[in-house]
C-alpha cells in the first residue's frame, strides 16, 4: 500500500508556475505508474500527465501539453508536475494517483479508473 501526499499548489497569475510534488510512503515507489489529474468546481475529475514506472514514457492531455512538465525521482520517492505558462481555464485542484504495475515497463495510464491510490489533492488557482 502506498500513501501520497500532494503539495506546492497555491495562487498564480496567469503566465506563471507553479511545481507540483506528491510525496509517497512505502518501499516500492518504483513499482507504481503516476499519474496527475485535476477536478474543477462543477467538472469531471480529468487526466493531465502521467508517468511509466520506469519512467521513460509520459502522456499528457492536448490541454496541457507543451506547457506542463511530469517528472519522477524514484530515490525521493517523489512525483512532480512543472506547470508553466498557467492559464485560469487550469485552475483546479491537483491530485496525484499511483497504479501498482506487475512487471514495470514502458505504460502510462489515461483513465483513472486505472490508478489504485489517490492524494488528498492540492488547490491551484490562475487568476487572470
Known amino acids: 500500500q502506498v500513501q501520497l501526499v500532494e503539495s506546492g499548489g497555491g495562487l498564480v497569475q496567469a503566465g506563471g508556475s507553479l511545481r507540483l510534488s506528491c510525496a509517497a510512503s512505502?518501499?516500492?515507489?518504483?513499482?507504481?505508474?503516476m499519474g496527475w489529474f485535476r477536478q474543477a468546481p462543477g467538472n469531471e475529475r480529468e487526466f493531465v500527465a502521467g508517468?511509466?514506472?520506469?519512467?521513460?514514457?509520459?502522456g499528457y492531455s492536448d490541454s496541457v501539453k507543451g506547457r506542463f512538465t511530469i517528472s519522477r525521482d524514484n530515490a525521493k520517492n517523489t512525483v512532480y508536475l512543472q506547470m508553466n505558462s498557467l492559464k485560469p481555464e487550469d485552475t483546479a485542484v491537483y491530485y496525484c494517483?499511483?497504479?501498482?504495475?506487475?512487471?514495470?515497463?514502458?505504460?502510462?495510464?489515461?483513465?483513472?479508473?486505472?490508478?489504485?491510490?489517490w492524494g488528498q489533492g492540492t488547490q491551484v488557482t490562475v487568476s487572470s
Open positions: 494517483a499511483a497504479k501498482l504495475v506487475n512487471g514495470c515497463g514502458t505504460n502510462w495510464y489515461r483513465r483513472d479508473t486505472s490508478y489504485d491510490y
Open positions: 512505502g518501499r516500492t515507489f518504483s513499482s507504481y505508474a
Open positions: 508517468k511509466s514506472c520506469s519512467g521513460i514514457t509520459t
